[in-house]
């Protein structure tokens, strides 16, 4: 089974800095991964899919790139609503969803 | 406006059943493959199962594989998690989420509920 590990844990940036966050999968993923943005209190919201495309409605200061087994989401300049919690997602070759443990982006 | 919409979480003992619904509306149901995702209180995102568009394709997550059972009726325009055999590290807030496709891709999880929590304690 693949293991997602997102890094760093926790994040502690300023508005208007760059953030880059990272999401390794233990062996060769599919086209296949996602992120998610999560703020406390509310249901987690798609940002990325297929590694490097943003979803509907995704401002353009959120990016990803990567493939194989390392993934990045940078986000260009950090605005206050930003701070939340990132989580990647990766689909299994058997039909089912992984989730990384998630990297906390909060305010220095 | 695509909604979905849970509901059926609440104290159950350990051991206990519970069944979960959610209500979707704003697109065409019968459509989309559909989700269960939990978050236990202050831990990450945990995928629990999948059902694809017409039920022919389900999935589960080793650890609730045997005690869960998710099921959809499009006619009603909902989805169900039937939780048995429940354990107090099943509790955890339940999302329910849509699977979107762009030209037949998976993009992800397009849309959520907002959530029912389920607590399993004695």
């Known amino acids: 089974e693949i293991v997602l590990t997102q890094s760093p844990a926790t994040l502690s940036l300023s508005p208007g800095e760059r953030a880059t966050l990272s999401c390794r999968a233990s062996q060769s993923v599919s086209s296949y991964l996602a992120w998610y943005q999560q703020k406390p209190g509310q249901a987690p919201r798609l940002l990325i899919y297929?590694?490097?495309n943003r979803a509907t409605g995704i401002p353009a200061r959120f990016s990803g790139s990567g493939s194989g087994t390392d993934f990045t989401l940078t986000i260009s300049s950090l605005e206050p609503e930003d701070f939340a919690v990132y989580y990647c997602?990766?689909?299994?070759?058997?039909?089912?969803?992984?989730f990384g443990p998630g990297t906390k982006v909060d305010i220095k | 406006e695509v909604q979905l919409v849970e509901s059926g979480g609440g104290l159950v003992k350990p051991g206990g059943s519970l069944r979960l619904s959610c209500a979707a509306s704003g697109f065409t149901f019968s459509s989309y493959s559909m989700n269960w995702v939990r978050q236990a209180p202050g831990k990450g995102l945990e995928w629990v199962s999948s059902i694809s568009s017409s039920s022919s394709y389900i999935y589960y997550a080793d650890s609730v594989k045997g005690r869960f059972t998710i099921s959809r009726d499009n006619a009603k325009n909902s989805l169900y998690l039937q939780m048995n055999s429940l354990r107090a590290e099943d509790t955890a807030v339940y999302y329910c989420?849509?699977?979107?496709?762009?030209?037949?891709?998976?993009?992800?999880?397009?849309?959520w509920g907002q959530g029912t929590l389920v607590t399993v304690s004695s």
């Open positions: 989420a849509r699977v979107g496709y762009i030209v037949a891709t998976i993009m992800g999880f397009d849309y």
């Open positions: 997602q990766q689909r299994s070759n058997w039909g089912g969803f992984t």
């Open positions: 297929d590694a490097s």
